[in-house]
T-cell receptor, first 110, second 117 residues
Framework: RKEVEQDPGPFNVPEGATVAFNCTYSNSASQSFFWYRQDCRKEPKLLMSVYSSGNEDGRFTAQLNRASQYISLLIRDSKLSDSATYLCVVKHSGNTPLVFGKGTRLSVIA | NAGVTQTPKFRILKIGQSMTLQCTQDMNHNYMYWYRQDPGMGLKLIYYSVGAGITDKGEVPNGYNVSRSTTEDFPLRLELAAPSQTSVYFC????????????????FGNGTRLTVT
């Protein structure tokens, strides 16, 4: 089982739609979780951290389910500018480096 | 602040050639990293450094070397380029490894697209 798994997509959704991505991780000792966004041929950028209680940032909501070892990202009222690849990122305990998923591609269509 | 600067942006190498990918950051970050990203794949850590004079191997270090003589610079060296090293290379930095703190995320450079033929 891969350390961090994501559905590669693509998810093609109309503007205004709500879309959700899931990500599963294999290491139960993982401690920190993030969503990064990567535009085509660009570098990844931090979208949001994922907290145990769940957290929201505008149209974006992140959830963590430790028992089932998955995190999710919900995007409400999708905009054309949301089109990108969303990377699930997990950090294990101690000084281990971040582990990146392969990403889920989202295309928001007018 | 320029952030993380990588040079060159693009490079084509012949098999067996060598080159150095440059990375510099002006944020006084302690931690620096080199990742590679193959098409349709996630980022894989090549090497990282927790401070000047200290480097550690990541997931895919074979065929690469690094050095960290200053806080600002973290060059990546390819000694004998191979087609398998065709990829996009990203350098990143962070203040420390506690990236769960929102003010310490990874800051990436714009990437270097390398083709080895």
């Amino acid at each position: 089982r891969k350390e961090v798994e994501q559905d590669p997509g693509p998810f093609n959704v109309p503007e205004g739609a709500t879309v959700a991505f899931n990500c599963t991780y294999s290491n139960s000792a993982s401690q920190s979780f993030f969503w990064y966004r990567q535009d085509c041929r660009k570098e990844p950028k931090l979208l949001m951290s994922v907290y145990s209680s769940g957290n929201e940032d505008g149209r974006f909501t992140a959830q963590l389910n430790r028992a089932s070892q998955y995190i999710s990202l919900l995007i409400r009222d999708s905009k054309l500018s949301d089109s990108a690849t969303y990377l699930c990122v997990v950090k294990h305990s101690g000084n281990t480096p971040l582990v990146f998923g392969k990403g889920t591609r989202l295309s928001v269509i007018a | 602040n320029a952030g993380v600067t990588q040079t060159p942006k693009f490079r084509i190498l012949k098999i067996g050639q060598s080159m150095t990918l440059q990375c510099t950051q002006d944020m006084n970050h302690n931690y620096m990293y080199w990742y590679r990203q193959d098409p349709g794949m996630g980022l894989k850590l090549i090497y990282y450094s927790v401070g000047a004079g200290i480097t550690d191997k990541g997931e895919v270090p074979n065929g690469y070397n690094v050095s960290r003589s200053t806080t600002e610079d973290f060059p990546l060296r390819l000694e004998l380029a191979a087609p398998s090293q065709t990829s996009v290379y990203f350098c990143a930095s962070s203040y420390d490894r506690r990236t769960e703190i929102n003010n310490s995320p990874l800051h990436f450079g714009n990437g270097t697209r390398l083709t080895v033929t």
